[in-house]
């Protein structure tokens, strides 16, 4: 789902860890996904997205890794 359909390898689940993923919004739903079902993340896992980072009009959404594809697609 990346560029020549390649994935990311994906870090196994560790409550003690932050992963960022960078320019993702794009494939936010099968990279959720994945990460649900190949590296254990739970459901309730907390996501944001930053979409202009540092700029006066920065954005910010929230959600968990289950429905936040769902919320940021509402966001548009």
Not at 24 to 51: D, F, H, M
Not at 62 to 69: L, M, Q, T
């Amino acid at each position: 789902y990346g560029r020549e359909n390649t994935s990311p390898d994906l870090i196994q689940y560790h409550p003690e860890q932050t992963v960022v993923f960078l320019m993702a919004v794009g494939r936010l739903r099968t990279l959720c996904e994945r990460l649900q079902s190949l590296a254990n993340y739970p459901s309730t896992v907390p996501v944001a997205i930053v979409e202009n980072a540092g700029r006066p009009f920065q954005r910010t959404i929230v959600g968990s890794i289950e429905n936040i594809a769902d919320i940021a697609e509402a966001a548009k």
